[in-house]
C-alpha cells in the first residue's frame, strides 16, 4: 500500500517547487501561479491526512474546502490587483513594482 | 593761662589757618592773608608771652616748662609726647616766631596782593604781568594766592611743633612735615619743569637724610625705652649709652646714635655731601627761601643735633665727624658761592657755608656759640633773601617797563645802581651783608662768628680755627661782591635805570630784620672782651643752662679777635675794591668753571646715583621683572592653560566626544541606516526570501535547542 | 510494487515535471497551460484519496475558474503577445537552494514523527463520504459557521476584486 509518507514528500516537493516559483518568477502573475501551486500541496496534506486519519472526522476534507475559498478568493482579489497596476505603470514585472519602500 | 597750656597751643593757630584757607578762603585774597597773618600773630603773641615768662624763670634750665601726656601704650609703660621750653628752646622759638610772621607780611607785597590780575596768567606759573588802564604794563597778583598761604602756614605749624616738643617723635613728625612743605612750595610755580624737578631733588635728597635719622631714633628707642629728652639725658642713661659697645666703626652707642641723627642733619641743613638740593631749592618764591631755606626749616637740622648734644658729644669719633663736615661745608660752598651771578644762588651757597660754621663749631664742643650763630644767622639771613627778593621785584619792574623779557631779573650783572633806585632796600641789605661778614662791633654777625672762633681755638682745633677763618674771609669777599655789582655803581642795563622801590609790606619786615640783625649780637657779648670786664653774656649764661654742665665762656683772645677784624674787614674790603669797576661777566676773574659748576656734583650724582637708580627701575623692575618675569609667569600660566584647553579640545574634545560619541553615533545610525535601507526595496521578493532564510534560521536553532540539548 | 504504487507514482512524477515547467517556461500561456495540468494531477490524486468529491471540486473550480483567470490576465497584461528577455530573477541560485532547504528541513521534520509511515486504513464500504461531508458542512454542531464565513469571503473578494479592476473612463 502506500504509505503515507510519499504523499507527504510529495506535498512537500511541490511546496518547494511552489515557493521557488514564487521567488524567482519576474512577471506579477507567474507568482500568483506559484502561490496556488503551494495551496494545492498543502490541499494535498489534508486530505492525505484526512484519508490516514480517521475517515470519519470531516475536519480534513472541510479545511481543504475552505482552503479552496480562500485561494479562489485570494487568486481573483490579486489578479484584479495586478490588473490595476498594470494600468497604472504599464507593467507586471514584479521588481518594477517597487513603490512601497523608503 | 599757665605757661604749659600755652606752649601747647602755639602751634594750633597755623594749623587752623591751613585747614580754614584751603576749605573756606581759597577763592578770597584778602580773607585768606589775612586768617594766614592772624594766625602768625597769635602764634607770636604765645611766644613771646613764653619767652618773656622763661627769661624771667632762674633755673629754666633745670625745671624747663614741661608738660606731657600718656599717647602710644607699649607692653609695660607708656610712651609719651608733650612740650618743653628750656632756655635754648626758648632763644629758638624767640627767633622763630619773629622771623615767621615777618615772611608771612612780606609774602602779602611779595605776591603783589592789590595788583590786577595778569593778562595771561596761568595757575602754575609765576605771574607775568597785567595791563592797567593806562595800557601800561604792571606786575600781576599771583593766581594762586591762598595756597601759598595755606602752605606756608602748614609749615608754621611743622616749625613750631619741631621746637614746642620735648621728644625725638614729635620733633620727627614736625621735621617731616616740614619737609612736605618745603616740595610744596619749592614746586610751588608747578608748571616750571625746573622747579618741579627742583622739588624731586629736595625731596628725595633730604629723604636719604632722614632714614638715617630715624634708624638712629629707633636704636635710640631700642636702647633706652623712651624717646623724651628728659629721660635720654638722664645721666645714667648717658653713661649707659656711652659704655655700650657697636659693631660699627668702634663706636660707642652713643656715638652711633649721634652719628644717625648727624646724617639726618646733613639732609636737613644741606650740608656736604646732601648738598645738592639747596641752591635748586630758589626755584621756590623768594619768602619761601627765606623761611624754609634760611631761618627755619634748615636750621631745624641744626636745632636738631644742638638739642641732642648731651648724647653726641659722648664719643669723641662721632664729634671729630661732625666738625670735619662743617668745617669742609663751610669752605667748599663759601669757594662756590664766589662764582655764582644769580643774586639768590649767592645767597643759597652761603646758607650751606653759616650752617658749615654752626656745625662745626658743635663739632668743637662750642655748644653756646652754634646756638648763638644759630639765632643771629636766621634773623640776617633772613633779611638778606627778603631783600633779595626786594632787588627781584624792582628788576621785574624794570622788565615789565622795558618789555624784554629775555633779561633775567635775577642775575647781578644785569643790575646795578639799585642804591639809588631802593635806598631802604640797599641800606638793609648792608646791614645783612655786614652782618653776614662779620663786621666788627656793629653786627650780631661778628658776636656770633667770634664766638665760633674762640671756640674752635681754645679746644685746640686749630685747622678747624685756620680753616674757618679762610672761609670767613671768601664770605666777607663775596657778599661784598654781591652788594657792589647789584646796588653801587651805575645800572648796567635800562631794567636796572626803571627799577624802584617795593610797598611798605615788603619794606616793613627789611626794618624790623635789620634791627634784630644788629641789635641781637649785643647779648652775647663775652664777659672778657678784650680784656675788660664785663658782665658776663646773657646769651651764654641762659642757653648754657640748658646743659647739665655749664660750659665755661671761651677766654678772650687776641689772636681770635685779630683774625675776625682782618678776615671781615679784609674780604669786604677786597671784595669791593675788585668788583667796583666790573661790569660784565668776561671781567670776573674768578668765574671759574669748576666753581660755576658746583664743583660738578650735580653731575657726579646724576651719573652714580640717578642714572643707575632710573635703569634700575625703569629697566630692571619694570621692563625685566614686572613685564618680563612676573608678567611673564602669568603669560605662562595663561599659555599653560591655554596650552591645556587646546589640547583637551583637539585631542579629547573634537575626536572622542564630538567625532566618536556625537558624530560617530549620528553617523554609525546613518551608516546603519543607510545600509538597511535598501533592504526595504518594495520588491516583495525580495521579502519573502529574507523572511524565508530567517524562517529556516530560527527552524535550525529551535531545532537544535529543543530536540539536540 | 503494486499497481496503485506505480500508478500513484506516475501521477507524482506528472504533478511534479509539470509544476516544474510552470515555474521555468518563458510563455505564461504556457505556464498557466502546465499549471492545469498540475491541477488534473493534483485531482486524479484526490480521487484516489477516496475525496471524490474534492476531485472533482478541484477540476471544476481550480481549472475551470482559477486557472481560466489566469489566462485572462495574462492576456490583459501583456505589452504584446511575444515574450522576450529572463523570466528568472538574478539571484535564482539562492531560490533553489532556499527551497532544497525547505524540502530538507520538511522531510527531516516529518521522518522524526512515528506516524510519517503507516499505512492507510480500509476505505470503509458503503460510506457515504459526500453525504457526511455535506452534512458537516451545514451541520450547526459541526462546520457551518466556516462554510458560510467562506462564502462571506467570496463575497467580499467579488466586490473587492470588480472594484478594484475597474475601468473608470
Redesign the interface.
Known sequence: ??????????S???????????????????????I??ML?AV??NL??F???GD??Q??G??F???V??????????G??????V??RR?T?I??E?????? | MTTETLIWLIPLPPILAFFLIVLFTNRNKALSHTVAIGAALLSWLGAMIVFVRAIGTPDLGKTPFASFINWIPTADTWLKIGVQIDPFGAVTLFFVAWTVLMIFLYSVGYHNYGQPAGDHDHPGLPPHGATDEHGHQVPSVEPMYSRFFAFISLFAFGMFTLVVSDNLLTLFAGWEIMGLCSYLLIGFWYAKPSARAAAVKAFMTTRVGDVFMLLGIAFLYSATGSLSYRDIFQAQVLHTLASVPTPIFGLSAAGLIGLLLFIGTIGKSAQFPLHVWLPDAMEGPTPVSAMIHAATMVSAGVYMIIRMFPLISLDPKTMTVIAFIGTFTAIFAATIAVAQNDIKRVLAYSTISQLGFMVAALGTGAYVAAAFHLVTHAFFKALLFLGSGSVIHGMEHGVLHTGDHNVDPQNMFNMGGLRKKMPITFWTFLIGGFALSGFPLLTAGFWSKDEIFSGAFNNGHLIVFITLAVAAFLTAFYTMRQITLTFLGGPRTKEAEHAHETPWTMIAPLVVLAIFAIGYGWVGIPQDFLGLHLNPSWFHEFVGSTLAVMPAESPFSWIVFGTSLVVSLGGLFFGWLAYRNVSVPEQDKLQIPLLKNKYYFDELYNVVFIKPSYWFAETFVYQWVDKGLIDGVLHLFGKAANGIGSIIRNYFDLPVINRFFGDGTAHVTQWVGKNLRPIQSGRIQQYMLVSLIVLLAIAGLLYYLLVIV | MTASQIFFLFVGLVILGSSLMVVTTRNLIHAALWLIVTLFGVAVLYAILNASFLAVVQVVVYIGAIAILFIFAVMLTRKDMRDSGPQLNNGWWLNVIISLLTFGGLFWMLQSWNGFSKAAADFPSNYDAVGQLGKALISPDAFVLPFEVASVLLLAALVGSVYIAFNRK
Open positions: 500500500m502506500i504509505p503515507l509518507s510519499w504523499y507527504l514528500i510529495l512537500a516537493a511541490l511546496f518547494s517547487i511552489g515557493l521557488f516559483g514564487v521567488l524567482s518568477r519576474k512577471n506579477a502573475v507567474a507568482i500568483l501561479l506559484g496556488e501551486l494545492n490541499n494535498i486530505v492525505s484526512w484519508r490516514y475517515v470519519s470531516m475536519a476534507q472541510v481543504a474546502i475552505i479552496f475559498a480562500v485561494a479562489a478568493s485570494e487568486v481573483a482579489v489578479l484584479a490587483l495586478v490588473i490595476s498594470y494600468r504599464n507586471v514584479a521588481d513594482l517597487d513603490l512601497m519602500k523608503w
